[in-house]
């Protein structure tokens, strides 16, 4: 009993020393803010990269095609956090932007080279039939593409595209290497100003852990709709 108690104070002393004292509680919270707004624009600019890059690899064009292989290479070849050093102390250095825009145009520039091959991949996995049959109809190659490929392409990458996300929600815990306070350096922030490691670091841990299933369960719902669409 007397050990249970001692327990007890002892992890309420640290849980209040952690998050309580000085509202420490704050820095993550603020975290949390920058995390989703980077992981957010990048998912959205990411897209918009990787379905470019995709057209360009499925490319006759010889010089397109080279564009997008030399971007994907490069991209998937080398670090994130290299990355999103170089974009933010060489090439956006003397630009005056806030730093989350900057580390989301970083994050968006690394998840198009992933969301190119998945966007290559789902427009491929389409029977080719359906080109045919569109062109059949008067359509032209572009309205094909966007009117019946796309359309059926975005039913089989879906899953994939919810897990390109989520793997971007915990690849943005590396912004601290730009100064950006996110839910990791607000953790290590806490953990500095205590000298306490444990309670900090757990409850960044549980941070991601619940906006990261909070997540996967309202994809996951997104997805079956999406399969009962498919079964009327």
């Known amino acids: 009993m007397l050990l249970n108690t001692v327990l007890y104070s002892g992890f309420t002393e640290t849980f209040e020393k952690c998050f309580i004292r000085d509202d420490r509680y704050k820095l993550l919270l603020d975290g949390i803010g920058v995390t989703v707004k980077v992981a957010l624009l990048a998912a959205a600019m990411g897209l918009v990269i990787g379905f470019l890059i995709a057209l360009c690899n499925l490319s006759k064009n010889k010089f397109l095609n080279l564009i997008g292989k030399v971007y994907t290479d490069v991209i998937r070849g080398t670090p994130s956090v290299t990355q999103l050093m170089i974009i933010y102390f060489v090439i956006f250095a003397t630009v005056n932007w806030a730093k989350w825009i900057i580390a989301a145009i970083a994050f968006s520039i690394n998840s198009g080279a992933y969301v190119s091959e998945i966007i290559r991949a789902g427009i491929l996995s389409i029977d080719k039939g359906q080109t045919e049959a569109g062109r059949s109809l008067g359509l032209s190659k572009a309205q094909t593409m966007m009117s019946i490929i796309v359309p059926q392409a975005v039913k089989n990458i879906f899953p994939a595209m919810c897990n390109e996300?989520?793997?971007?929600?915990?690849?943005?815990?590396?912004?601290?290497?730009?100064?950006?306070?996110?839910?990791?350096?607000?953790?290590?922030?806490?953990?500095?100003?205590?000298?306490?490691?444990?309670?900090?670091?757990?409850?960044?841990?549980?941070?991601?852990?619940?906006?990261?299933?909070?997540?996967?369960?309202?994809?996951?719902m997104v997805e079956k709709r999406l399969r009962k669409s498919d079964i009327r």
């Open 165 to 220: 996300f989520i793997t971007l929600i915990k690849e943005t815990a590396i912004v601290g290497y730009v100064g950006l306070v996110d839910i990791q350096k607000a953790g290590d922030f806490i953990k500095s100003a205590t000298y306490e490691a444990f309670m900090p670091l757990i409850a960044t841990a549980i941070i991601y852990f619940v906006i990261i299933k909070v997540l996967t369960i309202g994809l996951g």
